[in-house]
């Protein structure tokens, strides 16, 4: 079988498959802190659309989390945890002049 000439990161999938299939691997489970977003919303004193303003979110996304037909994931989940952990930090950090 010829050599295949393969980049850095190429090797690094490649391994990890192998990994995968000798079962070497490790699995760890996310921590999936699902902020109340209507909580957070009040506690800054905000309706939806402006919350979703302040902090560049979608409306419809605001409002799907709220209503429990969708869960926030990936960047938006992280904001939200960091708007979860101090909201009006959050809130000025974005709006330092407010």
């Known amino acids: 079988m010829a050599s295949i000439n393969t980049s850095k990161a190429g090797k690094q999938i490649l391994n990890a498959m192998q990994q995968v299939l000798d079962g070497d691997v490790i699995s760890y489970e996310v ?20 919350f979703a303003a302040a902090f560049n979110l979608s409306k419809y996304s605001v409002r799907n989390w709220e209503l429990g037909m969708r869960e926030p994931r990936g960047p938006a989940l992280t904001l939200l945890q960091m708007i979860q952990a101090d909201p009006w930090r959050a809130y000025k950090m974005l709006h330092p002049k407010h």
């Not at 921590?31 to 659309?49: A, S, T």
């Open 31 to 50: 921590k999936r802190d699902l902020p109340d977003i209507r909580e957070l919303r009040e506690e800054l004193g905000m309706e939806r659309n402006e």
